[in-house]
């Protein structure tokens, strides 16, 4: 994460060996400062201190020795920070943002995110906030529906090809990488390279959106259970057929595109008309908006809406409009049908 201090033309010390101090020699810079570097505590390395010094950033190295420079700048007025090490580089860490809003990263997530070298991340992660949470070299390969800015090949080569390079690699998601983000195939591939690879588990969409504009997913003598399905694909008879005879809550992601397709396969399927059905726009992000309809009006009701968006089918959508007083339902779910409601 960034310092918050300015530090624009200041000369600063960074005390450490260089993979050690790396991450930090990066924070510095980033605050503006002129960074000067001091890899071994040898006495005659420090006869070269700058003369206008302003901070000394001692990174714990494990090196002995440190004391007696640490010792001179403090008998010289010279504030001393005392910075951690950066870890050992060549891993990947697949790392779930959750449905884009900071407030919803694990502290895993942010702990991952403040020990990278390099982040590779897309849309639907918490993006706008990574120079607030890390100092690591930051690499856009965002993907939307219809196009992607960096193949998923050249981005689990990209990712393999840093590691080995002997960065630490956080690739950032939206959600969680085992829930239709290909983080299998991520791992598949940092394994075959003989990459060290974990995975820290993010926020689902599925449940999150939906909590946003007010719906749970299960609720006791209403929906006792939920699928997840995702909407890139138009679904066969025979899922429309499995899906409709499930019950419970049915939840799709990033299904705008297949909307058509999913209402018109689940009335075919026997899902009556008037099943309640919610479409949570742009969750936990400016601009969030719920559109809510049944599934026999749903496709007319959702023309003006558009990905990324997550849709709820279920009788817990009722549950949200009783419950829409509470702190955490959108304000808009104000606008449910009286039709929709009133049996």
């Not at 995110?113 to 965002?142: H, I, K």
């Not at 005879?245 to 999913?262: A, E, K, N, S, W």
């Not at 959702?302 to 968006?309: F, H, I, R, V």
Request: proline letters at 5%; hydrophobic letters at 45%; aromatic letters at 2%.
């Amino acid at each position: 994460m960034q310092l918050s201090i300015d530090l624009t033309g200041r000369d600063v010390l960074v005390a450490g060996t260089a993979t050690a101090a790396r991450q930090a020699v990066r924070r510095y810079e980033a605050a503006g400062a002129v960074v000067h570097r001091l890899e071994t505590p040898h006495s005659a390395a420090l006869t070269r201190l700058p003369e206008q010094l302003f901070l000394v950033a001692a990174v714990a190295d494990g090196q002995p020795g440190w004391g007696t420079l640490l010792g001179r700048c403090r008998e010289a007025g010279v504030p001393v920070a005392a910075e951690p090490a950066a870890g050992p580089g060549g891993n990947v860490t697949l790392v779930g943002g959750g449905p884009g809003t900071p407030d919803l990263l694990t502290v895993a997530a942010v702990k991952a995110l403040r020990d990278a070298d390099v982040v590779f991340y897309d849309r639907l992660a918490p993006y706008q906030e990574l120079p607030l949470l890390t100092s690591a070299e930051l690499v856009d390969v965002g993907k939307k529906p219809g196009h992607h800015k960096v193949s998923q090949a050249d981005i689990e080569k990209l990712m393999v090809e840093s590691a080995l390079a002997g960065n630490n690699v956080v690739r950032l998601k939206g959600g969680d990488p085992y829930v239709f983000g290909r983080g299998g195939e991520e791992v598949a591939a940092c394994v075959a390279a003989g990459v060290k690879v974990q995975v820290v588990s993010g926020v689902t969409s599925a449940i999150s959106v939906a909590a946003a504009a007010g719906i749970p997913v299960t609720h006791r003598e209403v929906s006792h259970l939920f699928t997840v399905v995702s909407g890139h694909a138009p679904l066969t008879e025979k899922e429309h057929l499995h899906l409709a005879g499930l019950g419970g809550t049915i939840v799709v992601l990033m299904g705008i595109g297949t909307l058509h397709q999913l209402a018109a396969g689940l009335r075919r399927a026997g899902m009556r008309p008037d099943m309640p059905m919610a479409v949570v726009e742009r969750g936990y992000r400016p601009g969030q908006r719920t559109t809510v309809a049944d599934l026999g009006t749903i496709t007319s009701a959702a023309a003006g809406c558009s990905n990324p968006a997550v849709l709820v089918i279920g009788e817990v959508v009722r549950v949200a409009e009783a419950n829409r007083g509470h702190a955490g339902a959108a304000a808009d779910l104000d606008r449910l049908a009286a039709s929709l409601l009133g049996s």
